[in-house]
């Protein structure tokens, strides 16, 4: 059960635009990373006038191949998944190019500002300033020439994160929410396991034949996937819990356990995800921590 098929075939070549499906392609930002896979997927919808879906980086290069691609038709929308920096920091200048709206779910600048600015690699990751033209809510739908888009909220990975349904064609473009390369990452306090949860079982409630995500290749099984990634969410929870019964004290004392034969350069992000994991096992009442919060040493038990 630990173990995902994960899919990391992907034929691209950067630049180019890709057919996804009928009005519908992508093309891959020269942004390749251990969190990006081979960089991140921009898509343009539509045939007579283009909405233009996670910009992308803010690399010239990038920008460029989306107004070749998009040639004679007007780019009208420009929406963003969420407002990490490899999807939302070529926006600027895409909609200096165009004039498009820019959509997007708004986060709570206060909120998150406080929260990310006691993690290092906050403002690294998060342009906490973004700020959409056209907030979106939760089933809001934005219609173009021959396009119209439904926003799901998605939160878990990112709070602001929507997936967006293609009307009339059983498409979701997933974002960082459901990916075929790799799990979405759930790092508090940006990530929140219980929301990523909710919103795979949002998806599940679904009938897609395709998801388009926001790095790697598609799903053509979608919910096979959603249901594989929630089915291994559990597994892990599972596992933490037994870890915590078994006198593990701390999520510091968790990650050893639970991952066992980790990558050292893995660790990190495994005890991010530990703590994802014990944060949503004390809001369901499955676990309690001593005084001092939910710090790693902090003191752990199985309620
Ligand atoms: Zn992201």
Redesign the pocket.
């Known amino acids: 059960m630990d173990q995902l098929n994960f899919k990391t075939g992907m034929a691209f070549n950067y630049g180019e635009p890709a057919p996804m499906g009928p009005g519908i392609v992508r093309i891959v930002a020269p942004n390749a990373g251990p969190?990006t896979f081979k960089g991140t997927n921009t898509y343009l919808v539509g045939s007579t006038s283009l909405a233009v879906i996670d910009p992308g980086p803010d690399d010239p290069l990038h920008t460029q191949a989306i107004l070749k691609a998009a040639g004679a038709r007007q780019i009208t929308h420009i929406f963003v998944?969420?407002a990490?920096r490899?999807?939302v920091d070529g926006v600027a200048a895409l909609k200096a190019e165009t004039g498009a709206i820019v959509c997007a779910y708004p986060r709570d600048p206060q909120a998150t500002r406080i929260a990310l600015e006691a993690t290092p690699s906050g403002s690294y990751?998060v342009d906490y300033n973004f700020m959409p033209d056209q907030a979106l809510a939760r089933g809001d739908v934005i219609a173009g020439g021959d396009w119209a888009l439904t926003a799901i909220h998605t939160p878990g990975?990112?709070p602001d994160?929507i997936s967006f349904a293609l009307e009339g064609r059983n498409v979701v473009f997933s974002?960082?929410h459901v990916m075929a390369w790799n799990t979405?990452?759930v790092a508090p306090p940006e990530g929140r396991m219980a929301d990523y949860i909710a919103s795979l079982e949002i998806l599940l409630d679904r009938n897609d034949s395709m998801f388009l995500p926001?790095h790697g290749g598609r799903l053509e099984d979608p919910q096979r996937t959603v249901k594989a990634y929630l089915l291994h969410r559990r597994w892990r929870e599972q596992a933490i819990l037994k870890a915590i019964k078994d006198g593990a004290q701390s999520i510091l004392q968790i990650v050893p356990e639970v991952y066992q034969g980790t990558d050292a350069k893995l660790i990190p992000a495994a005890t991010l995800s530990v703590q994802a994991h014990v944060e949503f096992l004390i809001e369901k009442g499955l676990v309690s921590t001593a005084a001092c919060g939910l710090t790693l040493d902090c003191r752990l038990e199985a309620v």
């Open positions: 969190f998944t969420h990490h490899d999807h990751f990975h990112a994160h974002g960082d979405s990452v926001g």
